[in-house]
């Protein structure tokens, strides 16, 4: 069977959420026993996120092979069970550099470089990559962006290529839009999901399916007026109402029978799907017996999309734990030694989020000390478990005024210290530690409990590590390097051995969170918050709201 490749744009407005729809259509194409991926094609200039900030892009997501990619690839991971690579994320800036190389050295044989047909081409060819390399019976290809953007053309004539390159019986395209409520006038209106497939026919791109997003359902009226101005069959025009949880997607797309739709158009051949897995997990998610608060201590937390695979993890760990994960955002900057026992009251677990830079780091440092001296289980990654050691270095060690050289390049106790590879570099895109990296365990230390293992694989992104020169003080006054890199000796893992849950990582656990894998950390820290939740009451049953969820 020759790949398929199935194209999903998107109209009228941003953030109706292609990348959700992507991750739920190919759920259901994995149920029933194909092999799927899917790649985003990202509009912007920049080659990848890897130097945006966060308020202006979100979180920066890391796949295995030490790609900084689109926070989508991690609801694809976390949906289909894959891993994803560099290939499955392409900016406009990635084809332009692969372009502009290409250039410099002759391979286009002294012609004059064009955006059609060289950009469109090099957007076919890392289309084609993945549908090229045998692994996958379909490829679902996310077009981010609006159609009618500027930035969006050349990968809409992109797509309109490769229709007919490899065969149109080989490819679907699917639309995304939206129908939106007016209250003033009671109705649902059509015209601006008309509007945006006029517009994509104008590119030479004509829908086969229409994912119609909306705040109220569809009735055989709205649906048939879309078929008929949009050139569709009625069947073909797909409800996507508001969901309670992203996870209840798949389920309400294969009531639409999405997939039904696009096993049909592309005749591939399929076995019954198989969600039980699925649904169970929703109806975890969806009705958890109770409710713990966890406050998440970090630098960016008016953009909650910065911390996305963290609130993933959290709610794939509250499912095992039966229990609903409700994260008390905390914003550093405003937590001083005064007020942190007021802040952080009420919860009970403590996480300390990743970041970069000094802004913010004292508030960090105030609810570590707060989460050590309490008790009450706490969780540092990559900055915050940096954290976790200077605050021990500081308060428990002696060291009065230690840090990290990140933040203070003069402190007499740089107990976090830039690693030696870093320190030359100058280009700050693509050079950090980035990917995944193995890591030794200590046996019986919690994370080694948590894992079941004592060798894992995590990855990681950060120039900074524990001083390897000065951390025989943080072992000599209590603290356990539980987890170590064995290849470089650099420390992954620390705990306090005495607290009843104190854990900082260098590495990311979140990214590799899904909903068949949740991440063995995260399950363990809702344990042990959950622990102390019922032993302070700070416990929530939600036992007499449990709700149905559609089978």
């Known amino acids: 069977m020759s790949t398929k490749y199935i194209f999903v744009t998107g109209g009228v407005t941003s953030s109706l959420g292609k990348g959700i729809i992507c991750a739920s259509l190919g759920r259901l194409l994995v149920a029933r026993g194909l092999k799927v991926t899917v790649q985003k094609l990202d509009p912007y200039i920049n080659v990848d996120p890897g130097t945006m900030n966060p308020y202006e892009h979100g979180e920066v997501y890391v796949t295995d092979d030490g790609a900084e990619t689109d926070l989508d690839l991690g609801h694809y991971e976390r949906f289909l069970d894959i891993k994803t690579s560099q290939s499955n994320n392409v900016t406009t800036g990635r084809i332009y550099y692969d372009v502009i190389s290409k250039e410099r050295q002759g391979a286009y044989l002294g012609k004059t470089v064009q955006v059609i047909p060289h950009i469109t081409d090099e957007i076919q060819s890392h289309v084609l990559k993945l549908g090229q390399s045998g692994n996958y019976d379909v490829v679902i290809v996310e077009i981010g962006g609006t159609v009618g953007d500027i930035e969006s053309l050349p990968y809409i004539e992109a797509v309109r290529q490769l229709k007919y390159n490899v065969g149109r019986a080989n490819t679907l395209s699917i639309h995304l839009t939206l129908v939106p409520y007016l209250a003033a006038a009671g109705e649902l209106k059509t015209k601006p999901t008309q509007h945006s497939v006029k517009t994509l026919s104008e590119s030479g791109l004509q829908p086969d399916i229409l994912v119609c997003r909306t705040e109220h359902h569809l009735d055989e009226s709205i649906r048939s007026k879309v078929a ?68 998440l201590v970090g630098k960016y937390v008016e953009h909650h999309d910065s911390y996305k695979s963290i609130v993933e993890a959290f709610i794939h760990a509250g499912a095992v734990n039966d229990c609903k994960v409700k994260i008390i955002w905390i914003q550093s900057d405003n937590l001083t030694a005064k007020n942190v026992a007021k802040k952080l009251a009420g919860v009970s677990g403590i996480l300390v989020a990743p970041g970069f830079g000094g802004r913010g780091i ?35 060690c002696g060291w009065d005024g230690a840090n990290s050289t990140e933040f203070d390049q003069e402190t007499e106790y740089p107990i976090i210290d830039i690693m030696p590879d870093q320190k030359d570099i100058e280009n700050m895109g693509g050079t ?55 290849e470089r000796d650099l420390v992954e893992i620390v705990e306090i051995p005495e607290h009843p849950w104190f854990v900082g990582v260098q590495f990311h656990p979140e990214l590799r969170s899904t909903v068949n894998n949740p991440q063995p950390l995260f399950v363990d820290f809702v344990k042990a918050s959950v622990k102390y939740a019922k032993s302070n009451s700070t416990y929530s049953s939600l036992k007499e709201n449990k709700v149905a969820v559609e089978k």
Request: include cysteine; proline fraction near 3%; aromatic fraction near 8%.
């Open 228 to 295: 008929r101005f949009c050139n569709v069959d009625l069947e073909d025009v797909i409800e996507s109402i508001d969901a309670r949880s992203i996870y209840e997607v798949p389920l309400l797309m294969q009531q639409q029978k999405l997939d039904e739709r696009v096993i049909e158009k592309l005749k591939l051949e399929t076995k019954e799907p198989n969600l039980d897995n699925w649904l169970g997990f929703v109806e975890a998610v969806c009705n958890p017996s109770g409710e713990i608060k966890i406050a």
């Open 362 to 396: 004292e508030g960090k440092l105030s609810a570590v000390k707060y989460a050590r001296t309490n008790d009450i289980p706490f969780f540092g990654i990559c900055l915050g478990m940096q954290c976790a050691v200077i605050e021990y270095a500081r308060n428990v």
């Open 432 to 486: 950090m530690r980035l990917g995944k990296y193995a890591c030794k365990l200590e046996k019986g230390s919690y994370a080694q409990k948590a894992y079941g293992a004592e060798l894992v694989d995590e990855r990681h992104r950060h120039r900074y590590e524990v001083n390897n020169n000065l951390r025989y003080k943080l072992t000599e006054n209590g603290m356990k390097l539980t987890g170590m890199n064995p």
